[in-house]
């Protein structure tokens, strides 16, 4: 066996602790990630998805609890730039073009000038955005930018891919295209994927394991394994075990959202 | 195309019809020139006409010559050494030369408007230079060094409170009333405020995903600072130099209101106004709302081309 990827122990984050309007996002998160594993957060607005996100790629330090990535503390992990992060919106730069915005992450990490060049090209066609490489993003639509974004991310290969509902701002087929792809480039490379949606059949049909998560406080309440055959494909949207798991997930997250209820019910 | 051909046509318009304004109410209503003169007497000091020869009008004159001051000369008879040396001195007076009367009707003081402007806008440019160094450094240091910001920040704004009027003799006596240098650093501490924060705005307002964007390749504190925060200030560091552009020409001339050499555009306007000879004090005025107004344009094409990427600048 592997060693983990990602290991969450205990894991609490509260946000403005001691006063008034504190939050509660998450709380007592256990969460183990295997090596090559795709896993998918999904839960109800504000239950702490971004955050658990942030808290993996060390981009804030929980109140307590500890994240140990690749056998080492998450602060190493991104000093060795083993995370590739795709936010909620795209976050491109204005002033760099579409192919300066995806070589970015290679400048940083000082790849060659023709590797750099010939990767941004590989990841501009991967996203057909070939045409608009000189263009600055305030030219772009939305769902072109935030594909820029993803571009950005896998363009140097990195060992993690944290990913905030990436596909969100895409019409249906470019999302199911790009789907395709990102699990092509997850099986060729050894990427480990933690993925945020809040498509039900998004999550069944990409992950190896969906993480149904409730809010307030945000913690985990489903961790349902996707036992789908791989490689997935236009026919595993057919599958009759496709729909159980679906409904299987959508049970959990009705669960989530009803048990919020409940917990308060006898207080 | 058609929208930036009326965005530059209709301020011209506008200018058009309120200088006419400007001439007809000045001559209906008889006022003073001490108190406005007309449009037609301003321009006339930045008109190179001299007439020679009381009788002569232009058109109707033998010869038409260029000079190589600038003056276009329309007289009739002969250009003798006597009559050019007399016409370097003129300006308004009539004079009598060979036994023909010859009058100057319309003396022009374009000449040492411009060497006055020319000498003025060295000092505003070199005001410029340093106020904008100064102000980019201390954005710069401030950055980097969160501490200094506490710690600078109150000199800055009592810097940018201190009345130039005050200000202005002090560096004169500094400096030495001839050294444009006393100038240059009025018009630095004009301009160095307006630099500094709008510099350190953008430098500082760095949206935060970008911010993390950077973090989670790990990059350094400098390649956060050349790959993000100079490029997110420079559209604020362009702000703050159209504040400054403007600023400066005024500093320059309020500074030599308080003495400078006589070739300085603001001596130059003193001393006209008080030999009340307002429509040339006037005509030196706008040379330097001119000068003003062609820094600001020069920023903007700068702009344009440092920030192509500016969504200001959608075609
Ligand atoms: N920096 C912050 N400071 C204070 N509160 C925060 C901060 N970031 C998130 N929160 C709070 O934590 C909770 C979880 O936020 P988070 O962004 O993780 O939700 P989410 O599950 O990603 O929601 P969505 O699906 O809408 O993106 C929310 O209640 C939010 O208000
Ligand atoms: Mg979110």
Known sequence: ?267 | MSESRQRIWAPIMILVVLVFLWEALVTAFNIQQFLLPKPSSIAGNLVQVVVLDGSASRGDSDAELSLDNGFIVLLSGELTPEVWATMQEARWLEFGLGGRSVSVLRGSNLTPILAASWFTLKEALGGMAMGTLAGVAVALATTRWSATREALLPFAIAANSMPIIAFAPIMNNWFGIDNPFSKMAIVTVMIFFPIMINTLRGLISVDSRSLELMHSYAASDSEILFKLRIPNALPSLFSGLKVAGALAMIGAIVGEYFGGPRIALGVFITQEAALFRFASAWAAILVACLIGITIYLVILFAERLALPWHPTFRA
């Not at chain 1, 730069?93 to 060659?112: C, G, I």
């Not at chain 1, 809040?198 to 394991?209: D, K, Q, W």
Request: net charge negative; with cysteine.
């Open chain 1, 1 to 267: 066996m592997t060693k983990p990827v990602v290991v969450l122990e205990n894991v609490d984050m509260i946000f403005g602790e001691g006063a008034a309007d504190q939050v509660h996002a998450l709380k007592e998160i256990d969460l183990q990630i295997e090596q090559n594993d795709f896993i998918s957060l999904i839960g109800p607005s504000g239950c702490g998805k971004s955050t658990l996100l942030r808290v993996v790629g060390d981009l804030i330090q929980p109140t307590s609890g500890m994240a140990t990535i690749n056998g080492k503390s998450a602060r190493q992990a991104r000093l060795d730039q083993d995370y590739g992060i795709v936010f909620q919106a795209a976050t491109l730069y204005d002033w760099r073009t579409v192919a300066k915005n995806v070589q970015l992450p290679l400048e940083l990490m000082h790849f060659s000038r023709t590797e750099r060049d010939r990767r941004t090209q590989a990841m501009l066609e991967l996203v057909e955005l070939t045409d608009f490489a000189a263009h600055y993003p305030w030219q772009l639509s939305g769902g072109m930018q935030q594909r820029v974004a993803i571009a950005r991310a896998l363009s140097f290969e990195p060992s993690i891919l944290l990913m905030d509902e990436p596909f969100g701002a895409l019409d249906e087929m470019t999302r199911e295209r790009l789907n395709l792809e990102l699990l092509n480039i997850w099986r060729k490379t050894n990427t480990t994927v933690l993925f945020v949606t809040h498509s039900i059949t998004e999550a069944v049909f990409l992950s190896t394991r969906v993480i149904v998560m409730s809010a307030r406080p945000g913690r985990i309440t489903a961790d349902i394994a996707i036992d789908l055959p791989q490689p997935r494909n236009a026919e595993t949207r057919s599958n009759v075990r496709f729909f159980e798991l679906e409904t299987e997930v959508r049970e959990a997250l009705r669960i989530s959202e009803g048990g919020q209820e409940s917990n308060r019910a006898p207080a």
